[in-house]
Structure formats: structure tokens, C-alpha cells
């Protein structure tokens, strides 16, 4: 009983640690958004976007609407967005996302968990060409025939489209180039579709080819990166 105690607790703890981490992150978004157009999501489309990811997040309606209110104020902090990119072991691509308001401090923590595991931080262009930069919008796939609306989306720049699995599942997954972006989000708002999430990512071209062993050092730079307060996303070229 004990132990299933402390996996419990352990488990509601990663979770608290998963929901704040995911939370920062999208306050930060909020606060990118609301000082680039304002804070009224009506004529502002990336904070539509924000306050939908929330949403998604399971982030609570009152701290949506206090880092609405704390982005448009005087003393809202100023970030800076930037990739950063390097390698980590086993020559493992990795692409790191950050909003920060202090780059000399992200940079130096970021070469710092990248030497810790076994990687280096490179320059810009180092690994860059290796993914492409994508918008990935999900939404509610209820009474949607897939094919008709694959056709439909076409013109409005869709490069992919497919079920979710998993913890997916009942969703389709949109992809398309990032300069596409904003124009597929305007079309699934006209059209009435249940938007569940629209997220930039950058998706690798190539997979690594890679035993356990390696998947495991990897996934431990991962983990401690997507843990620095200034990042946003990580990505990798793991298969």
C-alpha cells in the first residue's frame, strides 16, 4: 500500500510539473501576442490561437484571461523568440524553441544541458535544414467525412491530413507549411470546424537511425531542456 501511495503521488506530481510547464508556456505565447496586436482576441488571430491552446491544455479560464490582462499592461516582460539548434548524442538533430528576456542567460544554459548530455549546441544553420517548419492545427473529427474535406482544404495550402491515435483519437491532424499558417486557421474558423489546437512545429525530413540505447540519452537531454524556464519546445530527429 505504501508504494502505491508513493506512485501515486509521484505520478500527481509529474503531472502538476507537466500542466505549470505547459501553462508558462503558454502564457508566454499570450504575452507575445497580445504586445505584437492588442489584447482583443477578435482582431488578434495568434491570441485566438493562445486562448485555444489553453483550452486544449486544460489551462484554467481565470489565469487565460489574468495573462491577458498582465500582457497588456506597461510592465509586461519583453521576450525574444529564437530556435537554437544543435546536436545532441549519437548525432541526434535538435531543434530548441525559446521565448526569453534574457538571451545571454538562455544561451549559457542551454550549451550547459547540451555538453551535461553528451551533445553541442552549434550555430544557426547547423541542423536547421534537416526540418520544416509546419502549422499542425487539430480538430474534432464528429460528422466530418475526411475525404471531402481534404478536398476542400487544398486550396488553402494542406499538405496533410490524418487521424490522431492515441490520446488523439476522435481528431484530424492538419498539416501545412508554415507561410500557410495563418490563412488554414482563417478557413477552419469560417468554416465552423471544432479547433482543438493550431501550433507551429518544425517536423524533422529525416529520421535518425538509432538503437534503444541512444533513444534513451537522447530523451534525457530532452527532458532536461523542455525543463529551462526559457524554453518552449524541443524538437528532435528521433524516429
Given at each position: 500500500?505504501?508504494?502505491?501511495?508513493?506512485?501515486?503521488?509521484?505520478?500527481?506530481?509529474?503531472?502538476?510539473?507537466?500542466?505549470?510547464?505547459?501553462?508558462?508556456?503558454?502564457?508566454?505565447?499570450?504575452?507575445?501576442?497580445?504586445?505584437?496586436?492588442?489584447?482583443?482576441?477578435?482582431?488578434?488571430?495568434?491570441?485566438?490561437?493562445?486562448?485555444?491552446?489553453?483550452?486544449?491544455?486544460?489551462?484554467?479560464?481565470?489565469?487565460?484571461?489574468?495573462?491577458i490582462?498582465?500582457?497588456?499592461?506597461?510592465?509586461?516582460?519583453?521576450?525574444?523568440?529564437?530556435?537554437?539548434?544543435?546536436?545532441?548524442?549519437?548525432?541526434?538533430?535538435?531543434?530548441?524553441?525559446?521565448?526569453?528576456?534574457n538571451?545571454?542567460?538562455?544561451?549559457?544554459?542551454?550549451?550547459?544541458?547540451?555538453?551535461?548530455?553528451?551533445?553541442?549546441l552549434?550555430?544557426?544553420g547547423?541542423?536547421?535544414?534537416?526540418?520544416?517548419?509546419?502549422?499542425?492545427?487539430?480538430?474534432?473529427?464528429?460528422?466530418?467525412?475526411?475525404?471531402?474535406?481534404?478536398l476542400?482544404?487544398?486550396?488553402?495550402?494542406?499538405?496533410?491530413?490524418?487521424?490522431?491515435?492515441d490520446?488523439?483519437?476522435?481528431?484530424?491532424?492538419?498539416?501545412?507549411?508554415?507561410?500557410?499558417?495563418?490563412?488554414?486557421?482563417?478557413?477552419?474558423?469560417?468554416?465552423?470546424?471544432?479547433?482543438?489546437?493550431a501550433?507551429?512545429?518544425?517536423?524533422?525530413?529525416t529520421?535518425?537511425?538509432?538503437?534503444?540505447t541512444?533513444?534513451?540519452?537522447?530523451?534525457?537531454?530532452?527532458d532536461?531542456?523542455?525543463?529551462?524556464?526559457?524554453?518552449?519546445?524541443v524538437?528532435?530527429?528521433?524516429?
Amino acid at each position: 500500500m505504501g508504494r502505491a501511495f508513493e506512485n501515486r503521488k509521484q505520478s500527481m506530481f509529474a503531472r502538476s510539473d507537466r500542466n505549470s510547464k505547459a501553462f508558462s508556456r503558454i502564457g508566454k505565447d499570450i504575452t507575445i501576442a497580445v504586445k505584437a496586436s492588442g489584447p482583443n482576441p477578435d482582431g488578434n488571430p495568434a491570441l485566438r490561437r493562445c486562448i485555444q491552446n489553453a483550452r486544449a491544455a486544460n489551462m484554467p479560464k481565470h489565469l487565460v484571461e489574468a495573462a491577458i490582462k498582465r500582457a497588456a499592461g506597461a510592465d509586461a516582460a519583453d521576450y525574444t523568440e529564437m530556435v537554437y539548434e544543435g546536436y545532441g548524442p549519437h548525432g541526434v538533430a535538435i531543434l530548441v524553441e525559446v521565448a526569453t528576456d534574457n538571451p545571454t542567460r538562455t544561451v549559457a544554459n542551454l550549451r550547459m544541458h547540451f555538453n551535461k548530455f553528451g551533445g553541442n549546441l552549434g550555430n544557426s544553420g547547423s541542423v536547421g535544414f534537416l526540418f520544416k517548419h509546419a502549422g499542425v492545427i487539430r480538430i474534432k473529427c464528429d460528422g466530418i467525412d475526411k475525404d471531402e474535406l481534404e478536398l476542400d482544404l487544398i486550396d488553402y495550402g494542406l499538405e496533410d491530413l490524418e487521424e490522431g491515435t492515441d490520446e488523439q483519437a476522435g481528431e484530424l491532424i492538419i498539416r501545412v507549411a508554415f507561410s500557410d499558417f495563418g490563412r488554414m486557421q482563417a478557413a477552419i474558423e469560417e468554416k465552423k470546424l471544432a479547433l482543438v489546437s493550431a501550433e507551429s512545429e518544425y517536423l524533422p525530413v529525416t529520421l535518425a537511425e538509432v538503437d534503444t540505447t541512444a533513444v534513451e540519452d537522447v530523451l534525457k537531454l530532452v527532458d532536461k531542456l523542455e525543463q529551462d524556464d526559457d524554453v518552449q519546445k524541443v524538437h528532435h530527429t528521433l524516429p
